[in-house]
């Protein structure tokens, strides 16, 4: 059993920047891919970005593409999202996810792939 907690959400203008943590505890997360999804009010919820299990492979959503970064330090058992050019359509509740296939090299876009979910951050960009 996996558990994982976000933090870093708040408040920001739009053109900012906010950097979210995941610390996962539990588990083999260095085993897991992991990822980042959100969902805003009223809408479903949507893939971000996902990091292999090495870390050595990543791909975003292309609402994000060009400004968000995700990487991961498996000596601390934390995935991050480096958000940049923040936009007011960027508000949402931010989770990040374990993947259920250990050591797996794929891209996981899917939230149907991710069998451990933390709690999520909220991140609030105003115009």
């Known amino acids: 059993q996996v558990q994982l907690v976000e933090s870093g959400g708040g408040s920001v203008q739009a053109g900012g920047s906010l950097r979210l943590s995941c610390v996962a505890s539990?588990?083999?997360?260095?085993?897991?891919?992991m990822g980042w999804f959100r969902q805003a009010p009223g809408k479903e919820r949507e893939f971000v970005a996902t990091?292999?299990?090495?870390?050595?492979?990543?791909t975003y959503g292309d609402p994000v593409k060009g400004r968000f970064g995700i990487s991961r330090d498996n000596a601390k058992n934390t995935v991050y999202l480096q958000m940049n050019s923040l936009k007011p359509e960027d508000t949402a509740v931010y989770f990040c996810?374990?993947?259920?296939?250990?050591?797996?090299?794929?891209?996981?876009?899917?939230?149907?792939?991710?069998?451990?979910w933390g709690q999520g951050t909220q991140v609030t960009v105003s115009s």
């Open positions: 996810a374990a993947s259920m296939a250990r050591y797996s090299g794929a891209y996981h876009r899917n939230s149907d792939e991710y069998a451990y």
């Open positions: 539990g588990g083999t997360f260095s085993s897991l891919a």
């Open positions: 990091i292999t299990w090495s870390g050595n492979a990543w």
